[in-house]
């Protein structure tokens, strides 16, 4: 289906989530018609994807300031020049951590509204990421298991995806890690987050951040997690995108789950992103 929104063009991928976006360039500053059709497009679409835009880390950071404050990430390195752009540079020297589902920096009170990523270097074949909708999944849960999961609480900690021995390495390093742990200690989100624009329930714990449900015993916390980290993983609710250096991919990281598949090594993969803060989930 393609829709016109402004002067762009949108065809959406999947029921679930997903659409090309065609006719802007992000580069260039946004005029208000165009940062309201892209918002729009965002909140029905879940995660929007961009061909063909070259850009810089500067022209980057400054798109993604259209859409709110930037989160500067404790342990990923950056562009020195612009820190709001991390890099994510993998392969046999460096391993990819993000090989799960997972809904980047819940370890945080407010957790990103949104992140852009974009592709600089590529392997030849694979490096594809994957994206699965909260609110697809959470509208198929039996209305039982929905009222269950409204009233309960879960536990977000950095270091399930940031353990220490994988930042250990040298004394900088380790340090850098303590650092950042001890300025993210564990904390709560509700299991199942409103989306503060639209209203809609969204399933909001995820495979990377996610350690336990508090108010369920540990056997049924992890039970319990088990099935939800299994369910949002369900193909009818996700998409996948095969990557082209140049491409940007911009997703609504309070309803959306991640997966960056790593079946590419020995060769290498770069990826530069912006994350935008959000705010407190309930």
């Known amino acids: 289906m393609e829709k016109t929104m402004s002067n762009l063009k949108v065809t959406r991928l999947s029921p679930a989530l997903g659409a090309v976006v ?12 165009v940062f309201e059709a892209i918002q729009a497009a965002l909140l029905q679409h879940q995660v929007l994807f961009f061909r063909d835009q070259p850009l810089t880390p500067v022209q980057q950071r400054n798109f ?32 990819p951590d993000n090989d799960n589902w997972h809904t980047d920096v819940t370890f945080i009170q407010t957790p990103p509204l949104g992140a852009i990523l974009a592709a600089k270097q590529l392997p ?3 490096g594809d990421t994957l994206w699965a909708s909260g609110t697809a999944a959470f509208t198929a849960l039996s209305p039982v298991l929905q009222q269950l999961l ?17 930042h250990d390495a040298t004394p900088e390093a380790l340090a850098r890690w303590q650092s950042s742990r001890d300025k993210h200690p564990p904390l709560s989100h509700p299991v199942i987050r409103t989306h503060p624009q639209t209203g809609q329930p969204a399933l909001f714990v995820n495979e990377g951040f996610t350690t336990r449900i508090n108010e369920l015993n540990p056997r049924e916390s992890d039970a319990l997690l088990a099935f ?18 140049g491409d940007v991919a911009f997703w609504d990281n309070r309803i959306t789950q991640h997966y960056a598949v790593a079946d590419y090594l020995p060769a290498r993969r770069i990826m530069h992103r912006a994350t935008i803060l959000g705010d407190q989930p309930f």
């Open 22 to 33: 065609e006719g802007v360039s992000l580069a260039e500053p946004l005029d208000q018609p």
């Open 64 to 95: 993604a300031r259209h859409f709110g404050d930037l989160h500067i990430h404790p342990i990923y390195p950056n562009v020195p020049e612009t820190p709001e752009i991390l890099v994510l540079d993998t392969h046999d020297g460096n391993l």
């Open 124 to 126: 030849a074949t694979g």
């Open 150 to 166: 409204t009233g309960l609480t879960a536990t977000h900690d950095f270091a399930k995806s940031f353990p220490q021995s994988r």
């Open 228 to 245: 939800l980290f299994a369910h949002v993983a369900r193909p009818e609710f996700t998409i996948r995108w095969r990557w082209q250096e």
